[in-house]
């Protein structure tokens, strides 16, 4: 069941939209959460290009209205307007996606979020206790951060670019993606994370990355760090490294409080779990500011 902890019912169906760099996932969701069907397709090289083919592949899951449509897209957000304003896998400026989404759904709410967000919203409600919280880093191409709260993402932080935060690294100053991402571990060690297995090698990984996260939970106090993308899928070669290089470096300071570092649980999924959730969500307090 792709989404077993999505926990409240939906009012109707929904359409979910996980647009990514070289693919987009769409899927159909009833009441109960569920998937009940999904395509995926190339992402067109051009906005003007992509919109027709996500309405024609929306067309072919359902010729049904939707309750709402949940879009995943890396980049930033205009979230009251949806419009994604820039996204740096597809090049997109000031994409009114909502709106052109509403010329075919007219009425129906659009909410577009970032995907790291979504993914780190899904993994933090995955978690056995969803109240704490919750630092999620998507290792890939760059590093993405996402900060959830009690199992909803904090609306202070949205906008937070975690992978960007500026370091002195081999005497230089460098963001933190540039040494830490999957992205680098390949350009140094000239294997990807799946064909990596040098404990030296993951030693200095889990350094670089437990750098970023001791440093974003000086200002977060988070309890976990949930470690996602395609390097978090490999979470058990370095799993107890990593926490033990965030332990060494907590000891620095007393005052910033130590997370415990875990895996991602569904890294192919989160996106699109996100976008579930983010949905059910969005419902709950539609009807909480309607009842009041």
Known sequence: MINNFVHAKLSNMIIAIDIGGTKTLVATVDQNGQVTN???FPSPPTYQEYVPALIDNIKQLTNDKPSIITVGCAGLIDRSAGIIKFSPNLHWDNAPLASDINNIFPDTPVIIENDANLAGLSEANALENINQRVM???FSTGVGTAFMVNGALEPELLDSEGGHVVFEHDGKMTDWESFAAGKAIVEKYGKQASELDDPVAWREISKNMAIGIVNANAIFMG??????GGVG???EKYGQMLNEEIES?????KMVKQPLAVGAKHAEEAVM???????QQHEQRQQSTTNR
Request: proline share 0%.
């Open 38 to 40: 999904k395509i995926k």
């Open 136 to 138: 999620y880093i998507t």
């Open 223 to 228: 309890d976990v760090a949930i470690i996602g």
């Open 233 to 235: 899928t490999y979470f």
């Open 249 to 253: 470096l907590i000891k620095i300071s």
């Open 273 to 279: 779990l996100g976008c579930i959730i983010n949905a």
